[in-house]
């Protein structure tokens, strides 16, 4: 970061980057695939598309807050190093090793450049903290309200436990699709067939929302649940639950 520019803040998601765009720049792909690339659109990446053809990319979820998170992936595929050691050698090509018998990988290459950097990136990634919301970003009372329907008539506490950086991963739990009514076809692609319940952190500066964005707002995310769970949650309920859950 230039002096002058701002404060530097490590982990953040880029929602601008197009990175499909960029990769179907290449002229050794076929037009189809190129297709596909150009899909995709700023913030989001398939990790997968190379392997199973099927196109469903996820958005970019931010790197940091991550410490105490048992499973970094949407679907909960593995820890921090399972995943920069897939994208390290599945996606970026890096000259190292990688095997997962679930999914049908297993490449080795010697020299393994890959895997003795895993535990310095696992410890600077799991360094990166949630920045805290700026002040005057959200209605503390209305946030505080919020808060109780979070754990009462909203059953979200139920799933994103508030004492586990708000997921229940750590108790080895992952969600079928159809419990939060979320697409099924990017876990369908994986080994576990289900998502995990997102950490909750940042979240005003990372829209959209849930693995596919299909949650363009806070409360588009507070509609999808009133609507799948039959929450019945009133118009005040709605909105203080959106003012607590941008004071996380
Ligand atoms: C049955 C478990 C369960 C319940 C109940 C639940 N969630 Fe979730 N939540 C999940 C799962 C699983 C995901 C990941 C879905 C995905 O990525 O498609 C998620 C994702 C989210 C996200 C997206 C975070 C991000 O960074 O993209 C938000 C916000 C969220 N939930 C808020 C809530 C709120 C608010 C409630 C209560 C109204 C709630 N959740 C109830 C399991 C649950």
């Given amino acids: 970061m230039a002096p002058g520019v701002g404060r530097r803040l490590d982990g953040l998601p880029n929602r601008d980057l197009n990175v499909g765009a960029i990769v ?5 792909l076929p037009a189809a695939v190129k297709a596909v690339f150009n899909s995709w659109g700023p913030g989001k990446y398939d990790a997968e598309f190379n392997r199973d053809g099927i196109n469903s ?5 931010p790197a940091l807050g991550l410490r105490g998170v048992a499973l970094e992936t949407y679907t909960g595929e593995g820890p921090v190093s399972y995943w ?10 890096g000259h190292g090793s990688f095997s997962d ?6 490449i080795q290459q010697s020299p393994d450049r890959v895997t003795p950097v895993l535990p310095v990136l696992r410890a600077y990634q799991l360094g990166l903290n949630a920045p805290t919301p700026a002040a005057g970003s959200f209605d503390p009372a209305a946030a505080g309200r919020g808060k109780v329907v979070f754990t009462s008539t909203g059953r979200c506490a139920s799933c994103h436990l508030p004492a586990m950086v708000f997921t229940d991963v750590n108790l080895g739990i992952l969600h079928d699709p ?6 099924p076809v990017r876990a369908s692609r994986l080994k576990n067939h289900k998502y995990r319940t997102t950490p909750l952190r940042a979240l005003s500066q990372h829209p959209p929302y849930f693995h596919d964005g299909s949650a363009a707002t806070l409360a588009d995310v507070v509609e999808h649940y009133n609507r799948v769970l039959g929450l019945g949650l009133s118009d005040t309920q709605k909105a203080d639950l959106v003012e607590y859950l941008k004071s996380l």
Avoid: K, R
Wanted: proline content about 12%; aromatic content about 4%; charged content about 5%.
């Fill in 84 to 93: 920069n050691a897939y994208v390290a050698v599945t996606q970026m090509h």
């Fill in 24 to 28: 179907a720049l290449s002229p050794v």
């Fill in 101 to 106: 018998p679930a999914l049908g990988i297993n």
């Fill in 57 to 61: 990319p996820v958005v970019i979820p």
């Fill in 178 to 183: 159809s419990e939060t009514g979320m697409d």
